[in-house]
């Protein structure tokens, strides 16, 4: 009996010696192909408010990715979060990026220093705002006159509101009526409409103290070199503290050159909205080649309402193609509901199954290479054109309503891609920048 029990505890032992060894072994096998893969890198975003789910979805990916971005608002605030997320992150092999909006530079900056003692090479950077180019065209911008001081805003409208020191406001729609409010005394204010038919319609005992073509002639942001130089000057001076230490990464759907003109160095372009993928790899490969830089994709909503991301199949084509075109960062992004009964935010299975697909079947396969379609035809637009390229009714810098020359350009950038697929890259005409030689096809767009 006392035999018998010998035998089965020597082959418990031998059992659970065999399971850790095995165990080792696949951890160890894991952090080596990671290791191999720096090159690439495969992940997914948190925008939750959680320290505990973070590190749930850390683990429910961390033996297919070798990226973690913290995408969130609320923990942005809170830098013992973010270290303990990092931590987590990092201790499983995974490289680490978190997000900063409109942050305190001093703050950012002290922080910065530790995070990178802390991290050493697995903080890849920080990715520092986004959609600058978005939001120029879509929604709220705000600029400060360098010379004046005068707060200027572009609206989600496409109006301009220009606000100056002595409280006067100018309005300018962007169907061409000019609002101008004059402040009094007596705190009411003067309020005039000026037409461009010379119409003048003056409220609360306004007078005309003023012309349509004055005020035109005043307002910011008239051409697409000056909204360039504008928003080129700002973000530049914005980045400055943050170049000077890490990797500065964002992500976008439109305007990628800009964001890179910027000063950015990784721009992520967003899969999603119904745009053209193929558009969307030729406008951010094409931007970041030119200038020199990185890029990669994240793959975003499809969909307003659930199921919001597209399905799996879809996103696997989507990473395996841009990862072909030669995308250095290939990430999912994931937003947290309030009150959502799913753990892991908009990502389901088949997600997650997609996921890991790319990264044991593409990624890990020695006989799928990166970039192997490479871009040998460039499409050249005009210098600083802003248009979002969405439709041919899409806005310029969402200042301009589009016209002929906008028109022209939208069904030139078609053609051409329907022509040469992710062979094509579309840049801007610039001559500080060289173009690549690989491009032994170029189209140029004729004003």
């Not at 005020?215 to 504008?230: D, G």
């Not at 460039?378 to 248009?387: A, E, H, M």
């Amino acid at each position: 009996m006392f035999k018998k029990q010998k035998t089965i505890l020597a082959t418990i032992l031998i059992v659970i010696i065999v399971l850790s060894t095995i165990m080792a072994y696949s951890i160890q096998h894991s952090k080596q192909q990671k290791n191999k893969n720096t090159s690439t890198f495969v992940g997914v975003t948190y925008g939750g408010n959680s320290v505990s789910e973070a590190k749930q979805l850390i683990n429910k990916v961390k033996t297919y990715t070798n990226l973690f971005i913290l995408q969130s608002g609320n923990l942005q605030r809170n830098p013992d979060a973010i270290n303990e997320i990092g931590d987590y992150a990092v201790a499983t092999g995974l490289y680490f990026i978190p997000y900063f909006g409109n942050y305190i530079e001093a703050s950012l900056a002290t922080w910065l220093d530790s995070a990178k003692q802390r991290w050493n090479d697995h903080l890849l950077g920080i990715y520092y705002r986004d959609e600058l180019g978005g939001k120029m065209l879509d929604d709220y911008y705000k600029f400060t006159d360098p010379i004046t001081g005068n707060a200027i805003t572009k609206t989600r409208y496409g109006d301009i509101v220009v606000e100056k020191a002595n409280g006067e406001i100018i309005h300018y729609e962007i169907d061409g009526n000019i609002n101008l409010y004059e402040p009094t005394n007596n705190g009411e204010g003067k309020y005039s409409t000026y037409k461009p038919d010379g119409t003048i319609i003056l409220q609360h005992g306004a007078t005309a103290t003023t012309t349509y073509q004055k005020l035109s002639a005043n307002r910011p942001l008239k051409t697409n070199e000056e909204i360039v130089q504008q928003i080129t000057t700002q973000n530049t001076n914005d980045l400055n503290f943050l170049k000077k230490s890490t990797t500065v990464f964002s992500s976008d759907y439109v305007l990628y050159w800009y964001n890179y003109q910027s000063g950015y160095d990784v721009i992520l372009t967003q899969l999603g909205w119904n745009i053209s993928l193929n558009q969307q790899i030729s406008l951010c490969r094409g931007a970041a080649v030119t200038q020199n830089k990185d890029w990669g994709v994240i793959v975003t909503w499809r969909y307003n309402n659930p199921p919001y991301l597209d399905s799996g199949d879809e996103i696997y084509n989507q990473l395996k193609t841009s990862y072909e075109c030669g995308a250095k960062y290939m990430v999912l992004f994931n937003f947290y509901e309030e009150d959502a009964s799913n753990p892991y935010g908009t990502l389901k299975n088949e997600h997650f199954n997609a996921l890991k697909r790319f990264w044991r079947d593409v990624v890990e396969n020695p006989h799928i290479k990166p970039n192997t379609i490479e871009a040998n035809s460039v499409l050249i637009l005009p210098k600083n054109f802003g248009g979002g390229l969405r439709w041919r009714e899409d806005t310029v810098w969402g200042v301009f309503k589009a016209d002929d020359t906008s028109g022209r350009i939208w069904d030139l950038t078609q053609t051409t891609l329907n022509t040469y697929g992710y062979t094509l890259d579309i840049v801007y005409d610039d001559p500080t920048y060289t173009l690549s030689p690989n491009y032994t096809n170029i189209i140029k767009f004729q004003k």
